[in-house]
C-alpha cells in the first residue's frame, strides 16, 4: 500500500474553509484515497473517497492533483463539530485487501472560535 | 438502524483473565473488522472476516481470537489478557458494494 504523509497538525477558524493536505507520492494507478475522521474517543467516520476526479458530498470536497501524488481535502465551511483527527488512507478499491484499512497519525484538526 | 453495536464500552480485567468483546450489525454487511487504537496513534487491524465461516490475521492478530459463525455478529476473545492489551478496541463493518466502513463505538479496555 501507498504510504500517506499528513502534518500532525492544524488550527481553522470557524466559519472558514479547512484544507487538510495529504501525500501519497507512491500511489498505485489501481488505489483510491479515502479520508476518515475520528472525533474524539468515537470510531472512525468515513468522510469520502476518490480515484483521480475531484469528488464533493454533503461532507466534504477532495481534490486530487493531476499526478496523484497529493490530495486535499476541504471542509468548506468548518464548524466546532469539526474537530477531529483527520486520516488519509490509500487503498485498492476491490478484492480481499481494500478491507484492510492502514491508518497512520493523521491531522489534529482544531476549529477555532 | 442501530449500525454497529460494542459491548461492553468499559472494561477492565486482571492479568490472565480471558473475556470476549462482543460485535453486532444489523445492515446485512459482509465484511467485519476489529482494529484497536493505543493513545495517540492510529488505529490497528486485529483481524477481519469476509463472511461468515471466513475470518483471517491482520497486522496485530497475536493473543486474540475471532469467530464468524453469523454475518451479524464478530466477538473477539482474549485468551490471556496483558497489560500490553490495555487499548481502545473498534469494530467495523461494510458492504461489498460500499466505500465506507461503519465503526461502533468502541470498548475501553484496562488491563491491570
Known amino acids: 500500500d501507498a504510504k500517506t504523509t499528513q502534518p500532525p497538525s492544524m488550527d481553522c477558524a470557524e466559519g472558514r474553509a479547512a484544507n487538510l493536505p495529504c501525500n501519497h507520492s507512491?500511489?498505485?494507478?489501481?488505489?483510491?484515497v479515502y479520508w476518515y475522521r475520528q472525533i474524539h474517543s468515537q470510531g472512525p467516520q468515513y468522510i469520502i473517497h476518490g480515484l483521480k476526479n475531484n469528488e464533493t458530498n454533503e461532507m466534504a470536497s477532495l481534490i486530487i492533483t493531476e499526478d496523484r501524488k497529493s490530495s486535499t481535502l476541504i471542509l468548506p465551511h468548518a464548524t466546532l463539530r469539526d474537530t477531529a483527527v483527520y486520516y488519509c488512507?490509500?487503498?485498492?478499491?476491490?478484492?480481499?485487501?481494500?478491507?484492510?484499512?492502514?491508518f497512520g497519525s493523521g491531522t489534529q484538526l482544531t476549529v477555532l472560535p | 438502524n442501530a449500525g454497529v453495536t460494542q459491548t461492553p464500552k468499559f472494561q477492565v480485567l486482571k492479568t490472565g483473565q480471558s473475556m470476549t468483546l462482543q460485535c453486532a450489525q444489523d445492515?446485512?454487511?459482509?465484511?467485519m473488522s476489529w482494529y484497536r487504537q493505543d493513545p495517540g496513534m492510529g488505529l490497528r487491524l486485529i483481524h477481519y472476516?469476509?463472511?461468515?465461516?471466513?475470518?483471517d490475521q491482520g497486522e496485530v492478530p497475536n493473543g486474540y481470537n475471532v469467530s464468524r459463525s453469523t454475518t451479524e455478529d464478530f466477538p473477539l476473545r482474549l485468551l490471556s489478557a496483558a497489560p500490553s492489551q490495555t487499548s481502545v478496541y473498534f469494530c467495523?463493518?461494510?458492504?461489498?458494494?460500499?466505500?465506507?466502513?461503519?465503526f461502533g463505538s468502541g470498548t475501553r479496555l484496562t488491563v491491570v
Open positions: 445492515m446485512n454487511h459482509e465484511y
Open positions: 488512507i490509500v487503498r485498492v478499491a476491490t478484492g480481499r485487501s481494500a478491507r484492510q484499512l492502514t
Open positions: 507512491t500511489i498505485s494507478g489501481n488505489e483510491y
Open positions: 467495523a463493518s461494510i458492504s461489498a458494494t460500499d466505500y465506507g466502513y461503519t
Open positions: 472476516s469476509v463472511g461468515a465461516g471466513i475470518t
